[in-house]
């Protein structure tokens, strides 16, 4: 098997690739680096290097954006695959911004390079809308106006790095309280009107650490539809911290604005031109269907060699 390293050079703010290339001396595997380019290279040459044949382990190393990337580059290729015979897995050394999907296994050292080609795939859940693949959360309204100012201030000093998702919070008060939308799970109507926002989680986490759908499970074959109505600010900036720790469906006072169920498949319309974010990535539209892939890709699960 080919143990491939795609590396997003921008993660983070530092370019990992010396360190990578260094640490992978001492491993005895065939491995290879690739640096990106830019948006969407990594996609690029993930379905690329897929036409080849043959076994490969891919790992991105980035942030949430990264995977995403590799993610959507082996999903790509098996759609285009005649027979479907890809031998491939995807792996991650997180090393972004937010690495949310890797918090789905807590006690787990994804940083570890030598447990990383030592680690054991394990079939996981995958949410495909159009051409684009998501493995964590896919968000409207609120959440997509977040990630709009956090591409922009990403890089900045102080309002960026760590504290970018909450710059965004704080923009979007501002602009992104009230997004119409019509909402339908697995066939039926189950949202229409103004919301605050809209997530679809396979992942726990989101936003650097908002643990914002603490029953979601990244191999179940559903996803975990919540919607929020708009609100005062003040009545968010009390919400915001159940939402942090994962508390917010459960909360009984929060029942007439907070809406939950889970499914298979869901269809968004918006009221005109409006964006999604999927794994932080912005994608432009006014209608959304999503659908949720049962252990779609083989995610490698590192294994500690100590």
Same mark, same amino acid.
């Given at each position: 098997?080919?143990?491939?390293?795609?590396?997003?050079?921008?993660?983070?703010?530092?370019?990992?690739?010396?360190?990578?290339?260094?640490?992978?001396?001492?491993?005895?595997?065939?491995?290879?680096?690739?640096?990106?380019?830019?948006?969407?290279?990594?996609?690029?040459?993930?379905?690329?290097?897929?036409?080849?044949?043959?076994?490969?382990?891919?790992?991105?190393?980035?942030?949430?954006?990264?995977?995403?990337?590799?993610?959507?580059?082996?999903?790509?290729?098996?759609?285009?695959?005649?027979?479907?015979?890809?031998?491939?897995?995807?792996?991650?050394?997180?090393?972004?911004?937010?690495?949310?999907?890797?918090?789905?296994?807590?006690?787990?050292?994804?940083?570890?390079?030598?447990?990383?080609?030592?680690?054991?795939?394990?079939?996981?859940?995958?949410?495909?809308?159009?051409?684009?693949?998501?493995?964590?959360?896919?968000?409207?309204?609120?959440?997509?106006?977040?990630?709009?100012?956090?591409?922009?201030?990403? =890089?900045?000093? %102080?309002? +960026?790095? @760590?504290?970018?998702?909450?710059?965004?919070?704080?923009? !979007? $008060? *501002?602009? &992104?309280?009230?997004?119409?939308? =019509?909402?339908? %799970?697995? +066939?039926? @109507?189950?949202?229409?009107?103004?919301?605050?926002?809209? !997530? $679809? *989680?396979? &992942?726990?986490?989101?936003?650097?650490?908002?643990?914002?759908?603490?029953?979601?499970?990244?191999?179940?074959?559903?996803?975990?539809?919540?919607?929020?109505?708009?609100?005062?600010?003040?009545?968010?900036?009390?919400?915001?911290?159940?939402?942090?720790?994962?508390?917010?469906?459960?909360?009984?006072?929060?029942?007439?604005?907070?809406?939950?169920?889970?499914?298979?498949?869901?269809?968004?319309?918006?009221?005109?031109?409006?964006?999604?974010?999927?794994?932080?990535?912005?994608?432009?539209?006014?209608?959304?269907?999503?659908?949720?892939?049962?252990?779609?890709?083989?995610?490698?699960?590192?294994?500690?060699?100590?």
């Amino acid at each position: 098997m080919k143990h491939i390293y795609v590396v997003n050079p921008q993660a983070g703010g530092h370019d990992r690739s010396e360190f990578i290339a260094e640490s992978l001396r001492e491993i005895e595997v065939e491995t290879e680096i690739y640096v990106t380019r830019g948006p969407r290279d990594a996609t690029r040459y993930v379905a690329e290097r897929c036409k080849e044949g043959g076994d490969f382990r891919f790992y991105a190393c980035g942030g949430d954006g990264t995977l995403n990337e590799v993610v959507t580059g082996v999903m790509q290729a098996k759609q285009n695959a005649e027979h479907c015979v890809l031998n491939t897995e995807v792996g991650c050394y997180p090393c972004g911004s937010g690495n949310d999907y890797v918090k789905n296994w807590p006690t787990v050292d994804f940083t570890d390079i030598k447990g990383q080609t030592a680690g054991v795939a394990v079939p996981v859940d995958v949410m495909r809308f159009g051409d684009r693949y998501s493995v964590n959360t896919l968000n409207f309204g609120f959440e997509a106006a977040v990630c709009r100012t956090m591409a922009d201030v990403r =890089r900045k000093p %102080v309002i +960026g790095g @760590r504290m970018a998702y909450t710059t965004g919070i704080v923009k !979007s $008060l *501002a602009t &992104g309280r009230h997004n119409y939308c =019509r909402v339908e %799970v697995d +066939g039926e @109507r189950w949202y229409d009107g103004d919301l605050l926002l809209l !997530s $679809l *989680a396979n &992942g726990q986490y989101a936003g650097g650490g908002y643990h914002c759908a603490p029953r979601a499970v990244v191999d179940d074959g559903q996803v975990e539809v919540l919607a929020v109505k708009p609100m005062s600010i003040a009545s968010f900036a009390r919400l915001i911290k159940y939402y942090e720790n994962g508390e917010l469906i459960d909360r009984p006072e929060l029942r007439n604005v907070v809406s939950y169920r889970r499914g298979r498949r869901v269809v968004i319309e918006a009221g005109g031109p409006s964006f999604v974010a999927t794994d932080g990535e912005l994608v432009e539209g006014h209608r959304f269907e999503a659908e949720c892939l049962h252990n779609a890709i083989d995610f490698v699960i590192p294994q500690s060699l100590s």
